[in-house]
Protein backbone atom coordinates (compact mmCIF):
# COMPACT_ATOMS: atom_id res chain seq x y z
CA UNK A 1 0.00 0.00 0.00
CA UNK A 2 1.62 3.24 -0.97
CA UNK A 3 -0.14 5.85 1.45
CA UNK A 4 1.37 8.93 -0.50
CA UNK A 5 -0.66 8.24 -3.72
CA UNK A 6 -3.70 6.24 -1.77
CA UNK A 7 -7.20 7.78 -2.51
CA UNK A 8 -7.64 8.20 1.43
CA UNK A 9 -7.70 11.54 2.64
CA UNK A 10 -6.65 10.38 5.59
CA UNK A 11 -3.65 8.00 4.90
CA UNK A 12 -2.39 10.93 2.38
CA UNK A 13 -2.40 13.02 5.93
CA UNK A 14 -0.60 9.73 8.14
CA UNK A 15 1.61 10.12 5.35
CA UNK A 16 2.65 13.62 5.12
CA UNK A 17 2.82 13.58 9.37
CA UNK A 18 4.84 10.64 9.53
CA UNK A 19 7.26 12.56 6.61
CA UNK A 20 7.33 15.94 8.70
CA UNK A 21 7.49 14.40 11.99
CA UNK A 22 10.88 12.32 11.04
CA UNK A 23 12.64 15.20 9.49
CA UNK A 24 11.65 17.56 12.35
CA UNK A 25 13.44 14.32 14.29
CA UNK A 26 15.92 14.56 12.06
CA UNK A 27 15.75 10.50 11.39
CA UNK A 28 16.98 8.94 8.15
CA UNK A 29 15.08 6.51 5.11
CA UNK A 30 15.50 3.65 7.20
CA UNK A 31 13.36 5.00 9.79
CA UNK A 32 10.47 6.94 8.24
CA UNK A 33 10.28 3.40 6.35
CA UNK A 34 9.79 1.50 9.39
CA UNK A 35 7.21 4.06 10.69
CA UNK A 36 5.44 3.85 7.32
CA UNK A 37 5.65 -0.08 7.22
CA UNK A 38 4.46 -0.39 11.14
CA UNK A 39 1.46 2.19 10.29
CA UNK A 40 -0.17 -0.21 7.14
CA UNK A 41 0.57 -3.17 9.35
CA UNK A 42 -1.91 -1.73 11.84
CA UNK A 43 -3.76 -0.57 10.02
CA UNK A 44 -4.66 -4.05 7.68
CA UNK A 45 -4.20 -5.80 11.39
CA UNK A 46 -7.42 -3.47 12.16
CA UNK A 47 -9.54 -5.18 8.99
CA UNK A 48 -8.53 -8.24 9.80
CA UNK A 49 -9.93 -8.16 13.75
CA UNK A 50 -12.93 -5.92 12.55
CA UNK A 51 -14.21 -7.84 9.75
CA UNK A 52 -13.51 -11.78 10.27
CA UNK A 53 -14.28 -14.86 7.99
CA UNK A 54 -18.25 -16.28 8.41
CA UNK A 55 -18.41 -20.00 8.58
CA UNK A 56 -20.33 -21.23 5.08
CA UNK A 57 -19.07 -17.91 3.22
CA UNK A 58 -15.47 -17.18 2.36
CA UNK A 59 -13.94 -13.22 2.11
CA UNK A 60 -13.91 -10.94 3.87
CA UNK A 61 -13.40 -9.41 0.76
CA UNK A 62 -12.22 -5.85 1.07
CA UNK A 63 -12.16 -3.08 -1.25
CA UNK A 64 -15.20 -5.58 -3.08
CA UNK A 65 -18.78 -5.56 -3.97
CA UNK A 66 -21.10 -8.34 -5.02
CA UNK A 67 -22.78 -7.68 -8.35
CA UNK A 68 -26.57 -7.17 -7.64
CA UNK A 69 -29.49 -6.98 -4.93
CA UNK A 70 -30.89 -10.20 -4.06
CA UNK A 71 -34.51 -9.82 -5.67
CA UNK A 72 -35.94 -11.08 -2.23
CA UNK A 73 -34.06 -8.59 -0.40
CA UNK A 74 -34.02 -5.41 -2.99
CA UNK A 75 -34.40 -2.42 -0.85
CA UNK A 76 -33.35 -4.15 2.26
CA UNK A 77 -30.32 -2.76 4.65
CA UNK A 78 -29.08 -4.70 7.60
CA UNK A 79 -27.83 -3.12 11.07
CA UNK A 80 -25.79 -6.30 12.11
CA UNK A 81 -23.74 -8.66 10.14
CA UNK A 82 -26.13 -11.73 12.21
CA UNK A 83 -29.22 -10.00 10.54
CA UNK A 84 -27.81 -10.20 7.45
CA UNK A 85 -27.31 -13.88 7.67
CA UNK A 86 -30.65 -14.45 8.46
CA UNK A 87 -31.92 -13.02 5.50
CA UNK A 88 -29.09 -15.20 3.86
CA UNK A 89 -30.30 -18.03 4.84
CA UNK A 90 -33.99 -17.38 4.22
CA UNK A 91 -33.15 -16.16 0.37
CA UNK A 92 -32.53 -19.29 -1.77
CA UNK A 93 -31.27 -17.12 -4.83
CA UNK A 94 -29.31 -15.20 -2.80
CA UNK A 95 -25.09 -15.60 -2.79
CA UNK A 96 -23.43 -13.49 -0.62
CA UNK A 97 -23.66 -10.10 1.75
CA UNK A 98 -21.97 -6.69 0.45
CA UNK A 99 -21.12 -4.41 3.77
CA UNK A 100 -22.00 -0.82 2.13
CA UNK A 101 -19.80 2.51 2.50
CA UNK A 102 -22.84 3.64 4.85
CA UNK A 103 -21.86 0.52 7.33
CA UNK A 104 -25.03 -1.34 6.53
CA UNK A 105 -24.91 -4.66 5.37
CA UNK A 106 -26.98 -5.61 2.01
CA UNK A 107 -27.92 -9.33 0.41
CA UNK A 108 -26.57 -10.07 -3.35
CA UNK A 109 -27.36 -12.22 -5.42
CA UNK A 110 -24.20 -12.88 -7.60
CA UNK A 111 -21.00 -14.13 -6.66
CA UNK A 112 -19.38 -12.26 -8.78
CA UNK A 113 -16.86 -9.94 -6.68
CA UNK A 114 -16.49 -6.39 -8.63
CA UNK A 115 -13.86 -3.47 -7.41
CA UNK A 116 -15.19 -0.94 -4.78
CA UNK A 117 -12.51 2.03 -5.04
CA UNK A 118 -11.88 3.37 -1.70
CA UNK A 119 -13.84 6.89 -1.70
CA UNK A 120 -12.09 10.27 -0.03
CA UNK A 121 -12.79 9.40 3.21
CA UNK A 122 -11.28 6.13 2.99
CA UNK A 123 -14.44 4.49 2.98
CA UNK A 124 -14.94 1.39 0.71
CA UNK A 125 -16.77 -2.18 0.43
CA UNK A 126 -16.65 -5.37 2.32
CA UNK A 127 -18.07 -8.89 0.75
CA UNK A 128 -18.33 -12.42 1.76
CA UNK A 129 -19.68 -15.15 -0.72
CA UNK A 130 -22.10 -17.78 0.35
CA UNK A 131 -19.77 -21.20 -0.01
CA UNK A 132 -21.82 -23.79 2.01
CA UNK A 133 -25.34 -23.47 2.98
CA UNK A 134 -25.45 -26.22 4.80
CA UNK A 135 -23.01 -25.23 7.01
CA UNK A 136 -24.32 -21.61 7.54
CA UNK A 137 -27.99 -23.31 8.59
CA UNK A 138 -25.96 -25.15 10.81
CA UNK A 139 -24.78 -22.50 12.66
CA UNK A 140 -26.77 -19.86 14.61
CA UNK A 141 -26.57 -17.27 12.79
CA UNK A 142 -27.72 -14.68 15.18
CA UNK A 143 -24.30 -14.45 17.20
CA UNK A 144 -26.54 -14.59 20.30
CA UNK A 145 -25.77 -14.28 23.76
CA UNK A 146 -24.15 -17.36 25.11
CA UNK A 147 -23.70 -19.56 28.09
CA UNK A 148 -21.92 -22.74 28.92
CA UNK A 149 -24.71 -25.13 30.05
CA UNK A 150 -23.89 -28.86 30.94
CA UNK A 151 -25.95 -31.83 30.15
CA UNK A 152 -25.40 -35.52 31.31
CA UNK A 153 -21.76 -34.46 32.86
CA UNK A 154 -21.10 -33.09 29.39
CA UNK A 155 -20.58 -29.36 28.19
CA UNK A 156 -22.14 -27.59 25.74
CA UNK A 157 -23.49 -23.84 24.35
CA UNK A 158 -26.86 -22.55 25.04
CA UNK A 159 -27.82 -19.09 22.92
CA UNK A 160 -30.03 -17.44 25.60
CA UNK A 161 -31.98 -15.41 22.93
CA UNK A 162 -33.59 -18.46 20.81
CA UNK A 163 -32.43 -21.37 23.54
CA UNK A 164 -30.43 -23.28 20.36
CA UNK A 165 -28.10 -25.79 21.81
CA UNK A 166 -24.86 -26.44 20.35
CA UNK A 167 -22.07 -28.96 20.98
CA UNK A 168 -18.34 -27.65 22.28
CA UNK A 169 -17.35 -27.86 18.95
CA UNK A 170 -20.08 -25.72 17.85
CA UNK A 171 -22.33 -28.47 16.06
CA UNK A 172 -26.22 -27.86 16.55
CA UNK A 173 -27.52 -30.33 19.16
CA UNK A 174 -30.82 -29.40 19.71
CA UNK A 175 -33.27 -27.04 21.36
CA UNK A 176 -34.57 -25.81 24.95
CA UNK A 177 -38.11 -25.21 24.31
CA UNK A 178 -40.55 -25.75 27.40
CA UNK A 179 -38.29 -26.72 29.89
CA UNK A 180 -37.08 -30.02 27.47
CA UNK A 181 -34.23 -30.21 25.27
CA UNK A 182 -35.81 -31.21 21.49
CA UNK A 183 -32.27 -33.04 19.87
CA UNK A 184 -31.64 -32.67 16.30
CA UNK A 185 -33.31 -35.38 13.99
Known amino acids: MDLKFSKNKY ?3 IYESIIKTCDELDLGEKERELFLK ?8 RYEVQYKPIDGLSGPYRNKYLKGYSPLNRGQNYSTIGDAL ?20 TIRLSKELLDSPINSNGSSEISWILENRRELKEKDVDYGDYEIISIHNSDYYLNRINYKIYTMSKRYYGKLEMGKINKKK
Open 11 to 13: DRY
Open 38 to 45: NYVEKKER
Open 86 to 105: KALENDKSANGITLTRTGKY
